[in-house]
Structure formats: C-alpha cells, structure tokens
C-alpha cells in the first residue's frame, strides 16, 4: 500500500491504494477524513453521484473500513458473546450484519461478520475497535489482528453493478445471492466479492490485495463506462444509505464507548436492531441489560419519518401531535429523496410516539436567502427503509 | 477436620466452594438456615489458608494467618464453635514492639500510664490516650458497615439508601467535631497522622505497622488511615477478646467450624477440587469436579477469590465483557510472606520477658523503616530491612512443637508477588534477610533453628490456590472497598450470573480470619430466598 | 501609590488570586486596595528580567487552568492577555526513542501505535473516562464546598445539589468516579494502557507540585488538570502567555485599575488587624496601619494565621488544624538562557512537539524512584522535569536568535536531610536538572548563558509560599473540597469576621485557576448582602 510519504505529524491521515485514481477524478478537491484516511466527499456534484447509485454503477472507496481477522478455536464462542446475533448459524462464505453492545446493552457500534474459511472471520466496522475486541478476548482462545491496512476495498453499488462485473470478467457473478462471498480471478489478480453493501440497492463490495488497487479501479472503471459507472465520495452514499434506512455511527448513534454524558447511549431495541438480538442463543455481552429493556419497554426509538413538503427536516426537534406541547425527540438525518420523491428522516422519538403511524411534528428552519423560517411540519411515523428495490435481492439479477 | 465423601444426594439447595474460615461460616449459616448444603474443598483438610500443618518433623503452625482478632464474637458464638472443640491458648494478647539496641515498646500498656517507664514522653503517652479513645470511637462508627450487605449506589431500592443514611448517621453522631475530624483523617497516610500526635519514632512505627500489615501500602501512602480504622473497626466489631490464639492453631478453629457446619447439617467433602461452575440457561446449574463428577445446585457460594471465581472457575463467556475487564483489573497481588521456624529452645527477644512473648511482637522501628521496606517492593524488589508480626504459638500452646522444641512464626514484610528476580532464585535470599534481621533483636536465634519454611505470595498462590497470593484476595484500599469490592456488579455478593455468589475475602468486608464476608453472604443468600432474583 | 481613604477591603498578596478577588469586588462597587510585598505584582504569576534581556517565567509557567468565566467577566483579552497554544508535547525516552503528543486525533493515534496499537485506541476511552469526571467536576470548581456537618439550609441544599449531580451519573458512573478519586495514577493508568512509555508520559500531570509518587492513591484526579480546559472548549487550553506568565498578572492588575482599585507594591503587610473580635486592617512591615473592615488574605493558611494574625484572636482549635494543614515543598525550578535552541535527536525534525511541554522520564518507576528521594530528604537524582522552550513561539522574550527555557523539577524537598540548604547545594541540584537534560541534548550545556535555581526554599523567600508549595497546600484527599484548608472552614471565611482567605489553600485548589479568588469574592458580597 502507498503509504503518504510524509510523517503523521505533518500529514495525519493516510492515503488509501486509490488515492491517486480518486484524485484524478476529483472535480473540487472536497476530501474529508474517515477513519485516519483521507476520502472524497463529493466528486462532481452529489447529485450526479447519488443518481448513478440508484440507476447505473458507482464505485467507493472502501479502503478505510477497519478490518479485523479473528481466528482459533475459540472463534465462535468469542464471536457469539462479542455480538447479539447468533455466529454460529453463520455459514461458510457468508456474511452477517452485527451489532455489539457493552455491559448496559448500549450500542458500541455496527458492522459485518464475514465467515472466511474453517475458524477464521473477518469483522468489517467503521470505526476502530482493537481496545473492546482484545479485552472481550479474556478467557478465549483466539487471534485477533487488524489487517485494514491490508485489504484494499471497492464498492460497486447500482442497478448495472452486476452487468458491469460481468463484462469486466467475473464469470458466475450473477450467482452471488446476497450475504454470500465468491472468489474471482481477474487476471493475475484475486478478488473476494460479497454481495453487500451500504445503499439498499444491488450491490457488491470488493475486497483485494492493495498492490492490485489500481489495475482493478481501471478495469472496472473500463467496464463500466458503457453502464454509465462513476465514482461516488461519501455525500452520496449517504443518502443511499438514508433511503435504505441504515444507520451511521456518530450521526444516528454515538458509540457506548464514546459517549461522556450519561443517557446518550442507544441500545439495539432503540435503534429498531432488535431482529438483530437473538436471546436464544445463550450468553453475550448485554444481554441481561437487553432482558430487561424488552421487559420493560425502551424509553425511546429511531424510526423512520414521512415529513410534510419538500423541506429537509436537518437537526428537527419532534414534537407531539396536540398542537406541538411537549418535545419527544429529535431527527438524527434527513433529507428529500430523489428516488422516492418523499421527505425522509431518521429520527428518535420518545415512547409511546414511536409506533409506526402515530403523527409527530418537525420543526424545521428554512434559510431562505439569509432569512431564517421556521415551519412546523406534520411527520407520519413509517416503516423503514424508505426504499426496497427487486433487484437488491434478485439472483441472478436483470441484465442491463 | 477431613472428611470422606458420604453417600451424597445428586442435588443441593447449595454448593459452597471453599472450606476457608468463610466458606465453612457462610456453610454453617446456610444449613442453619434450613439449606441443603454440601461444601467442597480442593484441600485434603479444611481450612484454607486459616489451617494448621506440619512444617518440620514434630513442629506444626498455623500456615497463614497466626491470630485471631477479627472474627465477631456474636459468630463464635452462633455458631458454638467452643462446644465444637475450639479452646482459646491465649486471649487478650500484647503488642510488644521490638526497638535497637534492646528496647521495647509494650503498645497496649501505654493506656495504662506507663509510657515513662518505656522511654517515652509525657507528651506522648497522654496524647496516646487521647488517639486510642478517638480511633476507637471512629472505630465503633464504622462497625455497622462490617455486618451487612454493602449498599448498592444510584438504586431505587429503599434498603440501600436506609443503609447510606445508616452510616451517614452513624458517623453523623460522633459530633461535629470527631465527624469533620473522621472525614479529614480517612483520606490520609498514617504517617501523617501518627506525626501530627506523636514524638516517638518507635511509637509510630508500631502504630503505623498496623496500618500496613498486609496491604500494598507504606505508611506515607495515603488511605493508610482507612486500612488502620479498617482493622480497628473490625477489632470492635469483634468483641474486646483482642488477639488470640487458638489452642492446636488456626486449623483448630476450622476445624471447629466445620463442625458447626456438619451439626447443622451441612455435608462437607475434602479433596474435592472444583473444575467449573455449570451454567444452563440463564442461571447457575451446579459444578463439576476435577474428577468430572457433577454436582446440581441451585445455588453456587464460591470463597475462592473473584478472579479464580469468575475467569477460571465459571468463565468469561458467562460474563460481559465491560464486567470481565473489571475484574481482570483487580489488584490482588499479595507482598505478605509467612516465615515458620522450629526451633530446638525458647526464642529469648532482648527486654522481653515471658509475658510479652506470649504476645506477639512486632519489628517496625520507625515509619521510615516501614517505608523503606516498602519503596523496594514497589519496584519488585525486596528490603534487606524487612517488617515482621512475630509470635512464638509454643509459649501458648505446647502441643505445637516436640517436648522442649519451640515454634517461631512470622509474617514477613514486604514480599512482592512479581518478584523481579523470581523466587525461585530470591527465595533463599529473602530467608536469609529475615534471618539476619531477626538475629539483631534475639542474638544466637540461628543457633537454634532445626527446621525452616518461608511462603512467598507465590507459594501462598499455589497452596491456597488464591490469586496472586493475597490474604486480602485483592487489596484493601478506596478504590475496591466497600460497595465496590470487588468490582461493582458483585460488590453484594450477588454476581451477574444468577445462583452464582461470592463469599470469600475478595468481598466485603474483606480478609484477615474474620468470616464476615461468609456470613454476610449467607444471608444475602438466605434473604433472596430460592427464587430467582 | 497614595493609600485611597474609607476602604472597604484589604487585599493581602498580589497574586492572581488576590487580584482576582480585588476584581470581583471592586467590579461590585467596593473600594479595594491590593498590598503586595515585591516591587511587583503577581506573586507567583510574573514575568521577570533577572539576566540582560531575557523574559523569565519564573515561577508558574503555563497557562492552563484559568476559568473562562473569569477570563470573559474581568475583559482580560482586552486587558492585554494573549495566549500561545502549545501544539504538542513529548517524552523521551532512555537510549533514545521518544512519544510525542499532538493536537491532531489521527496523528496522536499513529504516534501512540509506533508504542502500542492498542494504547492507541485505548487513549479514546481513557479521554472518555477523564473527560467524565471533568464534566462531573467542573461545576463544582466555581462553588463554594458545603460543610458536610452543617444542618444549615444553605450547606443541605449545596450537600442535595452534590449528590443529585452525582446520583444523575447512573449507577455504573457512580462506581466509576468513587474508584477514579480515590485511585493512584498508576493504577487508574494501568486500566487503559500497556505501554510504559504511554503510562509515564500521562502520569506525569499527576504529580507536578505535589508530595505524592505516582503511585500513591488519590494521584489519578490530578490527571484532571490537563483536560479541565478542553472541557470548556477552548482551543489551546495549555498555552504560553505572551510576554510569559506576568502578562495575566499585569491584565488582572490592569483590569482592576481600570474599575477603580488601587494597587500598593513595595508593601509589605505585617499583621492583620484585628478588634473587637472583626478585622479592623492590616500593619504593614514600617508600622503603616492601614484600617478596613474586610481583609482578604492571598497568603497561603499558615502565612495568614500563624504568620500575620495573633494568636490570642484565633480560636486554638483552630490554630491546630492550620498547623496540621500540610504544606509541604516538592518542586523546583530552573529558568535558563540559551544562545540558541538546543537540539534534541530523539526528536525527528519537524516534529511539533517541542513547542510543547517536553519530558525525559520514560517510566512510571523511574517517577516513583524519584518521589522515595524525596521522602529520604534529598533532590530526585534522576527528576522528573516539565521544560519548555516559550520563546519559540514568543520572541519577545528573548533578544534575537536566543531562547529561554522554563524547567520544573520535581522533586525537590524544601528540608535536606543533610542540613540546611546552601549555594553550593542549590548548585549541585542545578547541575542534577542540567546534567539530565543534556543526556538528552548534547549541545544544550553549551547553550547555556545563565541559569536561575530556585529550590523550594527560594520560591519560598521570594514568592512567600510556606516551602514553595505551587498550591498552597497538598492536594490530598484530606484537604480537598469541605476539607480545604481546614474543616469547618472551607468556605472562605475565617474564625474572625471580616477576615477571608482567597488563595490557592482554599477550594479547588492551585494551579493559575483563579477560582479560589472568585469564589473567595463570592463569598465576601454575600456576607455583604451584595448580589455578587
């Protein structure tokens, strides 16, 4: 991997192994950072980028995702208590969307459990974990290692993804059925595919050898050109993610291991993860904390919201349905959906509020022209995601 | 006391793992409280690390802890340990402390006026009249907290905020002026403390040892204070017999308990280590034995230390991962060591006559001499100018040793757990350091060695199977005291896994040949009745 | 400076907390005088010229801890004050090698990773867990400490407020901050990190000015210190002062002229006096009376009432807790001028990190060892030293092309064992300090035109502070909050009415905070009937 030539303390953040592809595309120089890499934000415009996911190709620096191999015998054992899913149903070549918790049954944060080959696993999170996974090792027989910096990663997301892949020479791609890995040669280089991915839409995630980065960016970028491919920074994918109801650490949840005021913190059941929790499966950490909260009832939940116009609901505070008396939560993101042509946002919302079709005002202001207005918008709570397309789970998908 | 394995039923109401003194207490409360109950000892006798054993042909001694002065003498007498064979071969001992040049302090004979025979001022002797009566009243405000359940903070629950207000109370009837005076000193180092009362540097170096006697502290750390009102309020929670000794040693009294134990109809099984504590479900199941025999129960009391409860016995992956790291933070690594000598006369100690021999000395010249004990084994070291608690348990009690012979033991401070240079190499010079010190305070000692053991924290570890061979089973300071010991979570005696329970010295209030943490337990267990909590 | 007439109040001591007490009352509409012993103001928050043309921050040296509140009521940026952020920090190591520290998240993890991968995602949650206790703390700096005895409504509302902010932390939270008070540095260290380089580089902060090693329990809070400013939000909470650290003295002293208080230097106070059971003054040392029904005392608490008071107008029991009030000296001070900048190896060019604070101790023992000298009554042999280099970043210091470095020592004992401390001696423990510094600087005692040692008996002579004592007292367990100094007395007041203390001996404490001299003010307007 290229690492950036000059010392952390004069360039902190490192360049992932498509820097230099990213930067010869990148129209306004806008990078933000991500997980001590340097990423693009926007390329071209949002906009270009965001219709490109839902109606060709785009692809995405993955790269800075943290990446974790756990392996030995304990593996699952110490993967079955880490996370509230069940890994030991997970079957080889497969993949999980996990969520661990601490001791209170508080979110410390979000990602994917990948089954590689006999006890070993990869955990994919954005943001660094070595301190919780190492001390949730005491007592395990298991190897944990970071190997982000070894595995450079593309997400290829849209409807011709499939299509595109296929012309750049991954024979059988079309057979990939979601949340499974395939393996792939592309010329001298070899690739791992999961049908995964973070915009609801049909999608792949490709994970290689660094050193190859570049010819594959190239390569796939070549098939793609007939499909109508692009390179996407993070704003788009954001509003991917938003219409396909994921949720974002430090946007719709602070990490339990982040937070310094008390009450911050967010537990699964909150967050509407609650298929995510399975307690059947015996022991892991937060369960007897989680127990309790099902008994009882969470105090408050994130759901999705259906907004009145066409205005994003930004940082809105919610509030009841009698004429707006009492404030009940707040919107975490928002934004108006191209795609759906609806006004969307995740929100939290105190109980009993949250259920879905109860009605809930927004307070949303408005800058027009450097006069700020405030509207007060009637919200429907709906189900998520917002945005559920055929083709994410057809297989093979439609040709294009 | 052994005893065989009996025609066992498969299942108990509890299993109590752990024949110390506090799991034989907490066996002994249970069955009295109409509990099936069967203890399990890895041990060929029960004990613990309170027994009595042979360490040289003919000589026996108590192999941990030599004295008795904190077990409650309402437990004693609950239990009837005395109709169950425990006779006292000394009550009411004396605290002698042994100074250069063939001085000696007699510390309880202050009160009585006589600190001018003793070389020490007016000044002094009168205030320490006045710090024994203050540290008493201090004392006997603490005790409350010894008997009962630690308060959980930040609940709902109504029993842990009358318990807050209780001590709150407590220390709020001492007055104004010993109240403020209680929250000022509790924070200090004892050094401070002695030098704000006292001129004599042999008067504070005996003071101070107390302070310092099994901790992990010099006297100029601070919560030294605390340690000393500690052990002081422990004392007066005891009763006033003061130090004693239990004729035929420490074991006598197990052995005593035990039998409290069995007449309440306790079964009781020797050499029946415990592998793992089982878990089915969302609550405790039993234990399996080494042997692989299983054990149902619904109710696991484990006196082993919490990390060996926790980590070894019943396993992380019962346990969440924020409670694991806590309890992987435990401080537990013991700096006690216990030196036995069999000796072929009477040990003579310059100045001491027969009366104080029964006693127990103490060498602590001075603060700083504690202390520079101390600086070494903060770095894995140890001093050449070691502390000890002496006692010589033949004056008391002649069965201990052949007819004429004579049994020298001694707690040997400080004696890192993680000795840098290992023990097995520092093992022989650590012997040698306690030696040569005792040779200055009773010349010609050597001469009459005939058999010799020194236990290291290491060797503690390993044959009274606690961690880090501490007596405290972690250490007794601020930070794990109280409602925090041993971690928060388990500070109760309740743990996270329902049935399961601690009773051992890692709880509070703590070590020391006390039984209070087995006791307290117990009715933590009785009180929760068979449900699940 | 003429003696105004019909004083309300008599500050005793110019130091920053006099001054800001003198602020807050003549802000309020009291006719305040300051009496200062020195030809200058500051006590021990003074820029000095003690050699040709050099700037030395002679005692305190950072500017850290001073409360915004008090920046922003007193108008002191526009009073003058300027503050440098520091834009790193380091400790190197034995042998070479070193840790820096640096401003930026992403480069302070691939710093702490070349020692420990996991101390450097361990670092989040050691910030999380400290920043926790800051916010749980912070309030409580700007309050007077109730009086846990008292059944007054006052002290029981001030007691429920406590514990109310402290039951709303949840129970977890609650175990959390009874164990981080009451926890030695080393042990609390011990829960995050293994690397030892890492452990020493943060303990560090918690011993500075204080009788205690690392590992002696209830160090773990001092950790505070160094993130008490970013709690506000602050950029820059640890910075240089520009013109060093007199520059916040002379914006307090300016700010206090300009809101009608008058400022008396050269005036050495000799006794407070007292009549009728009040204050009714102060004499100073010439026989001077100067008469005003408030004294307000910025002397440490055995100054002011063993030192300046008579005995017979205090309580004796109260002249007992103030004898045992320890105030012990741990600390000295090099200020240093150099023809240029020394070099440090271990340190790669470019680095930030010596425009920061720089350290040479790189293990928890090696502080700890330094700590048992102390006990023993002699210099550390191996010090830890907190030096930096101010003019790299404030020429005005120093003539062109020259640097001053500020090195505090700890430790220092203000009582050899050996006997009274002499000019060979304060040598000998000047070379010490040097000799460690140039281990890791080989050109730096070539640098150096001239050095100023101060010992704790020198700062004592020269500033007033009984044995040097940067805070006024130890911060232990036992002299904090409704302890500090003394119990039943913790709230600003004295045994004699009329008489108040508003140094760094009273609650929260030292450090160039300022909060002692607000609260102290706080306390004078209520007794007053003024809204303060």
């Given amino acids: 991997?290229?690492?950036?030539?000059?010392?952390?303390?004069?360039?902190?953040?490192?360049?992932?192994?498509?820097?230099?592809?990213?930067?010869?595309?990148?129209?306004?120089?806008?990078?933000?950072?991500?997980?001590?890499?340097?990423?693009?934000?926007?390329?071209?415009?949002?906009?270009?980028?965001?219709?490109?996911?839902?109606?060709?190709?785009?692809?995405?620096d993955l790269t800075p995702m943290v990446k974790y191999r756990v392996s030995g015998p304990d593996a699952v054992p110490y993967l079955n208590r880490l996370v509230t899913r069940d890994v030991a149903k997970l079957k080889p070549d497969r993949v999980a969307y996990v969520v661990w918790c601490n001791d209170a049954g508080h979110l410390i944060d979000d990602g994917t459990i990948f089954r590689l080959g006999a006890g070993e696993y990869r955990i994919c999170t954005a943001e660094r974990q070595i301190d919780w996974l190492l001390d949730s090792a005491i007592g395990f027989d298991v190897q944990i290692g970071e190997v982000t910096e070894q595995i450079a990663a593309l997400a290829v997301q849209g409807p011709t993804s499939c299509a595109m892949l296929k012309a750049a020479g991954l024979r059988g791609i079309e057979l990939l059925k979601p949340f499974e890995i395939g393996y792939f040669s592309?010329?001298?280089?070899?690739?791992?595919?999961?049908?995964?991915?973070?915009?609801?839409?049909?999608?792949?995630?490709?994970?290689?050898?660094?050193?190859?980065?570049?010819?594959?960016?190239?390569?796939?970028?070549?098939?793609?050109?007939?499909?109508?491919?692009?390179?996407?920074?993070?704003?788009?994918?954001?509003?991917?993610?938003?219409?396909?109801?994921?949720?974002?650490?430090?946007?719709?949840?602070?990490?339990?291991?982040?937070?310094?005021?008390?009450?911050?913190?967010?537990?699964?059941?909150?967050?509407?993860l609650g298929w995510l929790v399975d307690f059947n499966k015996g022991h892991f950490t937060g369960r007897r904390a989680l127990?309790?909260?099902?008994?009882?009832?969470?105090?408050?939940?994130?759901?999705?919201?259906?907004?009145?116009?066409?205005?994003?609901?930004?940082?809105?505070?919610?509030?009841?349905?009698?004429?707006?008396?009492?404030?009940?939560?707040?919107?975490?993101?928002?934004?108006?959906?191209?795609?759906?042509?609806?006004?969307?946002?995740?929100?939290?919302?105190?109980?009993?509020?949250?259920?879905?079709?109860?009605?809930?005002?927004?307070?949303?202001?408005?800058?027009?022209?450097?006069?700020?207005?405030?509207?007060?918008?009637?919200a429907q709570v709906v189900e998520r995601p917002f945005f559920v397309p055929e083709r994410r789970r057809a297989t093979p998908p439609a040709e294009f | 006391?052994?005893?065989?394995?009996?025609?066992?039923?498969?299942?108990?109401?509890?299993?109590?793992?752990?024949?110390?003194?506090?799991?034989?207490?907490?066996?002994?409360?249970?069955?009295?409280?109409?509990?099936?109950?069967?203890?399990?000892?890895?041990?060929?006798?029960?004990?613990?690390?309170?027994?009595?054993?042979?360490?040289?042909?003919?000589?026996?001694?108590?192999?941990?802890?030599?004295?008795?002065?904190l077990m409650p003498a309402d437990l004693l007498r609950d239990l009837r340990v005395e109709s169950h064979g425990l006779e006292w071969a000394a009550r009411g001992m004396s605290t002698t402390a042994l100074l250069p040049g063939g001085a000696r302090l007699v510390v309880g004979e202050l009160e009585l006026g006589d600190g001018a025979l003793q070389g020490l001022s007016t000044k002094d002797a009168q205030a320490y009249s006045a710090y024994a009566a203050r540290m008493r009243r201090f004392a006997a405000a603490l005790v409350p907290m010894f008997s009962r359940v630690p308060p959980r903070?930040?609940?709902?629950?109504?029993?842990?905020?009358?318990?807050?207000?209780?001590?709150?109370?407590?220390?709020?009837?001492?007055?104004?002026?010993?109240?403020?005076?209680?929250?000022?000193?509790?924070?200090?180092?004892?050094?401070?403390?002695?030098?704000?009362?006292?001129?004599?540097?042999?008067?504070?170096?005996?003071?101070?040892?107390?302070?310092?006697?099994?901790?992990?502290?010099?006297?100029?750390?601070?919560?030294?204070?605390?340690?000393?009102?500690?052990?002081?309020?422990?004392?007066?929670?005891?009763?006033?017999?003061?130090?004693?000794?239990?004729?035929?040693?420490?074991?006598?009294?197990?052995?005593?308990?035990?039998?409290?134990?069995?007449?309440?109809?306790?079964?009781?099984?020797?050499?029946?280590?415990?592998?793992?504590?089982?878990?089915?479900?969302?609550?405790?199941?039993?234990?399996?034995?080494?042997?692989?025999?299983?054990?149902?129960?619904?109710?696991?009391?484990?006196?082993?230390?919490?990390?060996?409860?926790?980590?070894?016995?019943?396993?992380?992956?019962?346990?969440?991962?924020?409670?694991?790291?806590?309890?992987?933070?435990?401080?537990?690594?013991?700096?006690?060591?216990?030196?036995?000598?069999?000796?072929?006369?009477?040990?003579?100690?310059?100045?001491?006559?027969?009366?104080?021999?029964?006693?127990?000395?103490?060498?602590?010249?001075?603060?700083?001499?504690?202390?520079?004990?101390?600086?070494?084994?903060?770095?894995?070291?140890?001093?050449?100018?070691?502390?000890?608690?002496?006692?010589?348990?033949?004056?008391?009690?002649?069965?201990?040793?052949?007819?004429?012979?004579?049994?020298?033991?001694?707690?040997?401070?400080?004696?890192p757990y993680t000795l840098k240079a290992g023990w097995q190499a520092g093992k022989q010079a650590f012997m040698d350091a306690a030696l040569d010190t005792l040779e200055q305070f009773s010349h010609g000692l050597r001469g009459s060695i005939v058999g010799a053991e020194l236990l290291t924290p290491d060797d503690m570890e390993r044959e009274f199977r606690m961690s880090g061979g501490h007596w405290h089973h972690g250490d007794l300071a601020f930070d794990q005291f109280l409602m925090v010991r041993p971690v928060p979570g388990a500070a109760q005696y309740r743990t996270p896994v329902d049935g399961l329970f601690l009773c051992g010295a890692g709880c509070h209030p703590g070590g020391g040949v006390m039984g209070v943490a087995g006791r307290n337990a117990a009715q933590q267990v009785l009180t929760m009745g068979m449900k699940s909590p | 400076m003429k003696t105004p007439a019909g004083l309300d109040a008599v500050i005793v001591g110019a130091g920053h907390n006099g001054l800001v007490a003198a602020c807050y009352l003549a802000r309020s509409g009291l006719k305040v005088l300051v009496l200062e012993r020195q030809p200058y103001i500051g006590g021990a928050a003074v820029s000095r010229r003690l050699y040709e043309d050099f700037t030395y921050s002679n005692c305190s040296y950072v500017c850290s801890l001073l409360r915004p509140e008090?920046?922003?009521?007193?108008?002191?940026?526009?009073?003058?004050?300027?503050?440098?952020?520091?834009?790193?920090?380091?400790?190197?190591?034995?042998?070479?090698?070193?840790?820096?520290?640096?401003?930026?998240?992403?480069?302070?993890?691939?710093?702490?990773?070349?020692?420990?991968?996991?101390?450097?995602?361990?670092?989040?949650?050691?910030?999380?867990?400290?920043?926790?206790?800051?916010?749980?703390?912070?309030?409580?700096?700007?309050?007077?400490?109730?009086?846990?005895?008292?059944?007054?409504?006052?002290?029981?509302?001030?007691?429920?407020?406590?514990?109310?902010?402290?039951?709303?932390?949840?129970?977890?939270?609650?175990?959390?901050?009874?164990?981080?008070?009451?926890?030695?540095?080393?042990?609390?260290?011990?829960?995050?990190?293994?690397?030892?380089?890492?452990?020493?580089?943060?303990?560090?902060?918690?011993?500075?000015?204080?009788?205690l090693g690392p590992r002696s329990p209830g160090t773990a809070y001092v950790l505070l210190h160094h993130y008490m400013g970013d709690i506000d939000d602050t950029v820059g909470a640890w910075g240089f002062a520009r013109g060093g650290m007199g520059a916040i003295s002379n914006a307090l002293g300016a700010s206090f002229e300009a809101s009608g208080g008058t400022i008396r230097s050269g005036a050495p106070v000799a006794k407070i006096l007292v009549r009728n059971g009040r204050a009714s003054g102060v004499a100073l040392a010439d026989g001077e009376e100067i008469r005003a029904p408030l004294v307000?005392?910025?002397?440490?608490?055995?100054?002011?009432?063993?030192?300046?008071?008579?005995?017979?107008?205090?309580?004796?029991?109260?002249?007992?807790?103030?004898?045992?009030?320890?105030?012990?000296?741990?600390?000295?001070?090099?200020?240093?001028?150099?023809?240029?900048?020394?070099?440090?190896?271990?340190?790669?060019?470019?680095?930030?990190?010596?425009?920061?604070?720089?350290?040479?101790?790189?293990?928890?023992?090696?502080?700890?060892?330094?700590?048992?000298?102390w006990k023993d009554g002699r210099w550390s042999r191996a010090p830890y030293i907190d030096m930096l280099i101010p003019s790299q970043i404030?020429?005005?210091?120093?003539?062109?092309?020259?640097?001053?470095?500020?090195?505090?020592?700890?430790?220092?004992?203000?009582?050899?064992?050996?006997?009274?401390?002499?000019?060979?001696?304060?040598?000998?423990?000047?070379?010490?300090?040097?000799?460690?510094?140039?281990?890791?600087?080989?050109?730096?005692?070539?640098?150096?035109?001239?050095?100023?040692?101060?010992?704790?008996?020198?700062?004592?002579?020269?500033?007033?502070?009984?044995?040097?004592?940067?805070?006024?007292g130890e911060l232990t367990m036992d002299q904090l909050l409704f302890n500090r100094p003394v119990p039943g007395y913790a709230q600003y007041r004295s045994p004699v009415r009329g008489v108040y203390m508003c140094g760094s001996s009273t609650h929260p404490g030292g450090g160039v905070m300022g909060a002692p001299g607000a609260n102290a003010a706080r306390a004078v307007l209520r007794d007053l009937g003024r809204a303060p």
Avoid at chain 1, 187 to 196: A, I, K, P, Y
Avoid at chain 2, 18 to 38: E, F, P, Q
Avoid at chain 3, 465 to 470: A, Q, R, S
Wanted: aromatic share 8%; proline share 5%; glycine share 8%.
């Fill in chain 1, 1 to 60: 991997m290229t690492d950036s030539p000059a010392p952390h303390y004069k360039q902190p953040l490192l360049k992932t192994p498509f820097h230099e592809r990213a930067r010869a595309l990148s129209q306004i120089d806008s990078f933000i950072p991500w997980a001590g890499y340097t990423t693009v934000d926007v390329f071209t415009t949002m906009e270009q980028e965001y219709f490109a996911v839902r109606n060709a190709t785009t692809l995405y």
């Fill in chain 1, 186 to 272: 592309l010329g001298e280089h070899r690739l791992t595919l999961s049908r995964t991915g973070f915009t609801g839409d049909l999608g792949y995630e490709v994970w290689m050898d660094p050193a190859a980065a570049e010819t594959i960016w190239d390569i796939l970028m070549a098939a793609g050109r007939s499909r109508g491919i692009r390179a996407i920074g993070s704003q788009a994918l954001n509003m991917a993610r938003i219409e396909a109801g994921f949720i974002m650490p430090n946007v719709d949840f602070v990490s339990a291991e982040h937070t310094i005021r008390t009450g911050r913190d967010r537990s699964p059941l909150e967050l509407g």
């Fill in chain 1, 291 to 378: 127990l309790t909260e099902k008994k009882q009832g969470s105090r408050r939940q994130l759901v999705g919201l259906d907004i009145a116009g066409n205005k994003p609901a930004h940082n809105a505070l919610i509030y009841t349905d009698d004429g707006g008396k009492r404030e009940i939560g707040s919107v975490t993101s928002a934004m108006w959906s191209p795609t759906c042509k609806r006004n969307i946002a995740l929100a939290i919302v105190d109980a009993p509020h949250f259920q879905v079709g109860s009605t809930v005002w927004a307070e949303i202001y408005l800058n027009r022209e450097l006069v700020w207005e405030r509207r007060m918008s009637r």
């Fill in chain 2, 1 to 69: 006391m052994s005893v065989a394995a009996p025609a066992a039923p498969s299942r108990y109401d509890c299993v109590v793992i752990g024949g110390g003194h506090n799991g034989l207490v907490c066996a002994a409360t249970l069955a009295r409280g109409g509990r099936s109950v069967l203890l399990l000892e890895a041990a060929a006798q029960v004990g613990g690390a309170a027994l009595t054993r042979e360490f040289a042909p003919g000589f026996r001694v108590s192999a941990g802890a030599h004295l008795l002065h």
């Fill in chain 2, 153 to 415: 903070l930040g609940t709902t629950d109504w029993s842990d905020r009358l318990a807050m207000l209780k001590l709150g109370w407590q220390i709020r009837r001492l007055g104004k002026r010993d109240m403020r005076e209680l929250l000022r000193i509790g924070g200090m180092n004892v050094y401070d403390l002695l030098e704000e009362n006292f001129d004599s540097a042999a008067l504070k170096g005996a003071l101070g040892f107390d302070a310092v006697l099994g901790a992990n502290f010099g006297p100029r750390s601070p919560g030294t204070v605390l340690t000393l009102l500690y052990r002081l309020a422990a004392e007066s929670a005891a009763g006033a017999a003061g130090l004693s000794q239990p004729k035929g040693g420490m074991g006598a009294l197990c052995n005593a308990l035990a039998k409290a134990a069995s007449a309440a109809g306790a079964v009781i099984r020797t050499a029946a280590p415990v592998a793992r504590i089982s878990v089915e479900g969302d609550r405790i199941a039993g234990v399996v034995l080494e042997s692989g025999e299983s054990i149902a129960a619904h109710t696991v009391i484990s006196s082993a230390d919490p990390k060996t409860t926790f980590l070894r016995l019943l396993g992380a992956r019962y346990l969440d991962t924020g409670f694991v790291r806590r309890v992987d933070h435990i401080r537990s690594r013991g700096l006690a060591a216990k030196l036995h000598l069999a000796l072929n006369r009477l040990p003579a100690f310059a100045g001491v006559g027969e009366a104080n021999l029964r006693g127990r000395l103490l060498i602590a010249p001075s603060l700083q001499h504690i202390e520079h004990a101390y600086n070494h084994a903060k770095y894995g070291e140890f001093s050449a100018a070691p502390v000890m608690e002496i006692t010589v348990p033949t004056v008391n009690d002649a069965t201990l040793a052949p007819a004429g012979g004579h049994v020298l033991s001694a707690i040997v401070q400080y004696a």
């Fill in chain 3, 70 to 211: 008090i920046i922003r009521t007193l108008e002191l940026p526009k009073y003058g004050l300027q503050v440098i952020p520091y834009e790193g920090g380091c400790t190197m190591m034995q042998g070479g090698g070193h840790l820096a520290l640096y401003d930026n998240h992403d480069a302070l993890r691939r710093e702490i990773s070349r020692h420990s991968k996991r101390d450097a995602e361990a670092y989040d949650r050691y910030s999380r867990d400290v920043m926790r206790q800051c916010k749980f703390i912070k309030p409580l700096l700007m309050h007077e400490p109730p009086d846990p005895t008292s059944f007054k409504p006052r002290d029981l509302m001030e007691l429920l407020y406590l514990g109310k902010r402290f039951h709303n932390l949840g129970e977890k939270r609650m175990y959390d901050t009874l164990r981080f008070w009451t926890m030695s540095a080393a042990d609390f260290l011990d829960e995050y990190f293994e690397s030892e380089i890492v452990k020493a580089h943060f303990a560090g902060s918690s011993i500075i000015g204080t009788a």
């Fill in chain 3, 296 to 373: 307000i005392s910025n002397l440490d608490v055995r100054r002011t009432f063993l030192e300046t008071m008579d005995a017979k107008d205090l309580p004796e029991e109260f002249l007992g807790q103030v004898k045992n009030f320890k105030i012990r000296g741990s600390s000295g001070k090099l200020n240093i001028a150099l023809d240029g900048l020394p070099q440090f190896p271990a340190i790669p060019p470019g680095s930030p990190c010596t425009r920061g604070d720089m350290h040479v101790t790189d293990t928890i023992e090696m502080m700890e060892r330094a700590y048992d000298d």
């Fill in chain 3, 394 to 472: 404030d020429p005005t210091m120093v003539p062109a092309g020259k640097h001053y470095m500020s090195v505090f020592v700890q430790y220092c004992p203000y009582e050899l064992a050996d006997g009274p401390w002499d000019a060979a001696k304060r040598q000998a423990f000047g070379d010490t300090v040097i000799n460690t510094i140039a281990q890791h600087s080989p050109n730096f005692k070539n640098l150096i035109l001239h050095a100023e040692i101060r010992t704790p008996w020198d700062i004592e002579n020269e500033v007033g502070l009984t044995e040097g004592n940067i805070f006024q």
